[in-house]
């Protein structure tokens, strides 16, 4: 029984990772559900599993090459096992070799071109379905399940000869959102010697600021009355050795504001604006190689220190880039704090479907008017990049004007 | 009704006293003529020579022979006289005034040419010395003509407008069309038959069983015949043929009558299956324009071998300038090939569909 | 506003822009004193007199030319034919002379002239005054081709054809020429070159046309809105110049999109359209395109034949709802 390893899409974005490095060699015996290498996705690096058992008959995929998802890496066979017809060919079609199968050179992620042969594999890909067929799909429904991140093989088509139409892939994302996080990214790329991190931010943020009609909107906060809440908070913590930031406030204060104003707790989706009922919010992590933001899910009902300890958690995990992908998709909204870098305001950029984001500047002592006298305050600024799709001016405004009266009386987070 | 009269052949008529008197053309204009005619052999021998090293490409019909057709019908036209013609009219160009250079370098494909190097060979086109293009369909000149002379007439100005065809277009239905409206409207139009026996590698004979003067009699448009190789003659007729049109006289047909030295193209043979190669060899040793007149003008002393061949070195060292600045002329850039497909730059839609995303059409 | 003919109000551009420039004239067969086949040149013969409306003889490759020479001298002719059907015969000046004179001349001569009549099939007038003309000089470049569909596009367009400095085979209809509707009366009112217009604004599917197919559409568009079907119209009013972005903004609202040409199918007009559309707007399309047009026969003449030959509103329902999946 032959098994074909091949480049599995780890992330919901991910159109190619990259070898780290064989957790098998040519030679060893593999079972079902082995590692047998770690990928490094646009996002993480993952581990690769083996989806039959055998002997890891052949590497094609050298470590430090990279492939297109779909592409096969490597053959899984029996010892004895003629592999020459899978071992020579990879999934770009090319004629399998009638000699002994010779592994393609290594393809080391410098020096891969546009004109590799893997590329036409990866435009290819998303037309093969689970059985290897070919799927049918409108270009719009293409376009749609790759911004949607639905995975097109899991959909079944209602037009002529099962063609998956627009309202095929509108009915599978209402049924199973959460069935989507693994699903190939459909969109084309070409091989350009970055990182895959950076590869996808360029192209979110650009995604972003093209379709996504922002606006902004930037308020003032007085942060005297956090900085004491956060005082008397880590004085109760004292015992258990944590302490919270003033972000964690930050962050607790956002999701408390935002149950209030879910117009502003949305996701754009094209026909309809979805508001949720809970928040998750991205918390925007500055990584060696870029930025990632991982989710505090349901923070609305987590306590503060709850959300300092996963917030340290998953930053952390993220710096090591071992998150998930269930931990960084699927946020309702976004932060991001540049305010350690000495940022005083900034604009930060909406992070598609959502329909919002903060960008946190830092607290300065700043002389401010009060009863007609000059005083120095603790001050913040908050800028809101809204799509204005799905938000206004006056709801934007609303909540912020929400937040900042939380912010400045932290009681009223527990109204 | 139309009026048929037939001139006589040049030389023989030269031995009925001065040529020069009797065609009311002075010596000093026909050692002009004799100038002209040199310069349009020369250029053509160039054209000839160019095409053969290949700097010349395409179709490429040379006047070689015609020279006095050309001269005659052309030089008594007025500045703002039109001319129109079909695709063998590198030195009717010459003669309506467009440029040595400008012309060569079209022959040669390069931006600086009459037409930029869009048209070639079979497409000179020049405004300025409403010389009003080269025409590459047999005939389709002629309605345009009879436009142009529309035009003349609707402005109420005193210009005329000369049409020169092949011997092969007066079968064509356009040219019957073209006749007879120029006829029932009186237009200040001629049309002239360049008759060189043979369209293409036909003769003449065989696809008409009239003469061509007949040719416009059934629109009642006086016709008369003249000889081309006999430039005297056909200047004067020209001369006088214009001032009729010009006062009001309406249209006119020409057989001017002459012969091709050469192929019907650099592509196609002298002689062979349709004309005998003796007969070449004879009309172009006793029937050559350029001969004829440098004969009159020796028999008559305004002419001597020197300064013959000072007239011969002079429109040799101008066609040696044209064939130079050719040659040394750019090439038309990318940024010409979509240049001048439309009058203007479109604000609304797109012009242009070609896909390539390259034109200004878009 | 003024409420008129299509025939009228092409009467009334022709006298406005012929009182307005001296250089243009009306040439033609039956222009002057029979005051136009179809009447649309009534009166003028009366108002400018024969040098400027000018009956020609049945020669239609010769006036057609004269008018090319015409306007290469400076004049801004107007040439009818009868119908486009006869001007097959002069075609050749059309594309040899009228489009290619600007490009060959290397921008010396530019040729304003206008060259007008109906086309396309009226009732049983079968196969050799039936056709649909455009295709033959859409193709060439250096030629423009206006087919407006409505009184008001009709003299605006016609104003703007009169104006323009290029060639412009402008396509009227027999069927056409009785069709009232409201006309600004305004002297100046010149509809550009280019802009296509939303004769009806839906969001479910796109129903591209031009010329006389538009009243089809209209009522096809009706009997969608019965089923809940909210169709675009959208009237391209001119195919060179071509409004691209009216296209591709109407297909990428709707994601489908069905082209309605009186012609004849095979390289025809909705073939081009569709190609932009897969080239400028592939990841909008939710369905193949899909068109309706003249059966692929010469018109025939039994009332039974014609009618399968023509399009339909019924067909056009049909192709929508097939790009609907319905």
């Known amino acids: 029984m032959i098994t074909k390893v091949h480049m599995e899409a780890l992330s919901p974005t991910m159109e190619e990772g990259q070898l780290v490095k064989w957790h098998k060699a040519e030679g060893d015996e593999v079972a079902s559900g082995d590692i047998v290498a770690e990928i490094e996705t646009d996002k993480a690096t993952m581990e690769l599993v083996a989806r039959g058992d055998g002997v890891l008959r052949r590497i094609i995929l050298q470590e430090g090459g990279t492939a297109p998802v779909g592409e096969v890496i490597a053959v899984i066979a029996g010892a004895d096992e003629d592999i020459s017809e899978v071992a020579g060919a990879s999934a770009n079609g090319g004629p399998a070799s009638s000699g002994p199968a010779a592994p393609p050179p290594a393809a080391p992620s410098a020096a891969k071109g546009a004109d590799s042969p893997a590329t036409p594999a990866a435009e290819r890909v998303e037309d093969t379905g689970r059985d290897g067929e070919r799927v049918k799909a409108s270009p719009l429904a293409r376009r749609l399940a790759s911004d949607l991140g639905v995975d097109l093989s899991r959909v079944e088509g209602s037009g002529p000869g099962g063609r998956i139409v627009k309202r095929d892939v509108e009915a599978a994302r209402e049924a199973a959102p959460a069935a989507m996080a693994y699903a190939a990214d459909e969109s084309e790329y070409e091989d350009v010697p970055v990182s895959q991190l950076r590869k996808t931010i360029a192209r979110r943020l650009a995604e972003s600021i093209g379709p996504v009609p922002h606006f902004f909107l930037t308020i003032d906060v007085d942060m005297g009355r956090v900085i004491q809440a956060r005082q008397s908070l880590n004085a109760l913590l004292e015992q258990s050795g944590e302490k919270v930031s003033i972000n964690d406030i930050l962050l607790k204060a956002i999701a408390a504001a935002l149950r209030k104003h879910p117009d502003c707790n949305a996701h754009w989706q094209g026909t309809t604006i979805r508001r949720f009922n809970a928040v998750h919010i991205g918390v925007a992590v500055a990584i060696d190689d870029g930025l990632i933001t991982p989710v505090v899910r349901n923070a609305h009902a987590k306590g503060i220190a709850r959300i300092a300890r996963e917030v340290r958690e998953l930053a952390g995990r993220a710096r090591e880039r071992k998150l998930q992908p269930d931990e960084y998709t699927g946020s309702t909204f976004s932060v991001s704090n540049l305010g350690m870098f000495g940022i005083h305001e900034f604009t930060a950029i909406i992070n598609p479907p959502e329909a919002g984001i903060l960008a946190i500047g830092g607290i300065e002592d700043t002389p401010v008017a009060a009863d007609g006298q000059v005083v120095v305050r603790p001050r913040m600024r908050i800028t809101m990049s809204c799509d204005h799709r799905v938000i206004d001016g006056a709801q934007g405004s609303r909540f912020l004007a929400t937040l900042k009266g939380m912010l400045e009386e932290p009681t009223a987070i527990l109204l | ?362 | 506003m003024a409420m008129m003919t299509y025939r009228d109000a092409l009467n009334a551009a022709l006298r406005e822009e012929m009182e307005r420039d001296p250089d243009v004239f009306l040439m033609g067969e039956e222009v002057a004193e029979y005051d136009g086949a179809y009447k649309v040149s009534k009166g003028l013969l009366d108002a400018f007199g024969d040098k400027r409306v000018v009956d020609s003889p049945i020669s239609e490759l010769g006036f057609a030319g004269l008018g090319v020479g015409a306007a290469m001298a400076g004049l801004r002719p107007v040439i009818e034919f009868m119908t486009f059907n006869f001007a097959f015969l002069a075609i050749d000046q059309v594309i040899n002379s009228a489009s290619k004179m600007m490009y060959m001349s290397d921008g010396q001569f530019p040729i304003p002239i206008v060259f007008r009549g109906p086309t396309g099939a009226a009732l049983q007038l079968s196969a050799q005054h039936s056709v649909s003309c455009e295709t033959y000089y859409v193709h060439s470049p250096g030629c423009k081709v206006v087919t407006p569909a409505t009184p008001a596009d009709a003299k605006g367009l016609l104003k703007a054809a009169i104006r323009d400095d290029d060639p412009v085979a402008f396509m009227e209809g027999e069927l056409l020429y009785n069709f009232r509707g409201e006309v600004p009366e305004d002297d100046d009112y010149v509809i550009p070159l280019g802009v296509a217009d939303l004769k009806r604004e839906g969001s479910d599917v796109s129903i591209v046309t031009h010329g006389k197919m538009v009243h089809i559409a209209m009522q096809a568009a009706a009997k969608l809105e019965k089923d809940g079907i909210q169709a675009d119209v959208l009237d391209l009013r001119s195919i060179r110049p071509l409004d691209v972005d009216a296209i591709l903004a109407s297909v990428r609202k709707t994601n489908r999109m069905v082209y309605v040409e009186e012609g004849w199918s095979f390289v025809g007009v909705g073939a081009q359209v569709a190609h932009i559309v897969q080239e400028e707007a592939f990841d909008h399309l939710d369905a193949p395109v899909l068109r309706v047009t003249q059966a692929d026969v010469p018109m025939p003449y039994a009332k039974s034949l014609e009618a399968l030959a023509k399009p339909t509103a019924e067909r056009v329902v049909d192709a929508c709802n097939k790009v609907l999946y319905r």
């Open chain 2, 1 to 362: 009704m139309a009026q048929t009269r037939t001139r006589t052949r040049g030389q023989e008529a030269a031995s009925a006293g001065d040529p020069f008197e009797r065609h009311g053309v002075t010596p000093e204009r026909a050692l002009e003529l004799l100038r002209e005619m040199l310069l349009f052999r020369r250029f053509e021998e160039k054209a000839e020579e160019a095409y053969a090293i290949g700097k010349i490409g395409g179709f490429c019909h040379l006047h070689i022979g015609q020279e006095g057709a050309a001269v005659g019908s052309i030089l008594p036209l007025r500045q703002d006289d039109y001319v129109i013609s079909a695709y063998r009219e590198h030195t009717q160009a010459l003669a309506k005034g467009v440029k040595p250079d400008a012309v060569m370098a079209e022959l040669y494909g390069r931006a600086t040419g009459a037409s930029g190097g869009k048209g070639g060979s079979m497409h000179i086109f020049d405004k300025s010395a409403r010389f009003m293009g080269g025409h590459g369909i047999v005939g389709g000149q002629v309605p345009l003509a009879t436009g142009i002379a529309w035009k003349i007439k609707y402005r109420g100005e005193d210009s005329v407008v000369v049409c020169f065809m092949g011997d092969a277009a007066v079968n064509q239905g356009g040219f019957h069309e073209a006749l007879n409206m120029a006829a029932i409207w009186e237009l200040p139009a001629i049309y002239v038959v360049e008759n060189n026996e043979y369209g293409m590698g036909t003769a003449f004979r065989r696809v008409s069983l009239t003469d061509m003067v007949q040719k416009a009699s059934p629109y009642g448009i006086p016709a008369t015949s003249v000889d081309g190789q006999d430039v005297l003659a056909t200047y004067a007729h020209f001369r006088d043929l214009a001032a009729t049109v010009r006062e009001g006289g309406g249209p006119r047909f020409v057989d001017l009558r002459t012969y091709r030295f050469r192929g019907h193209s650099m592509s196609d043979p002298v002689s062979g299956t349709y004309r005998a190669k003796e007969e070449v060899e004879h009309r172009t040793k006793d029937d050559d324009p350029i001969v004829h007149l440098r004969d009159k003008l020796m028999a008559g002393d305004h002419l001597d071998q020197a300064g013959l061949e000072a007239v011969d070195a002079e429109v040799r060292s101008v066609v040696n300038a044209a064939a130079d600045f050719a040659d040394q002329s750019p090439a038309p850039g990318p940024e010409a090939l979509y240049r001048h497909v439309w009058a203007h730059l479109n604000p609304n839609g797109r012009l242009c569909l070609d896909g390539r995303g390259e034109s200004p059409w878009r």
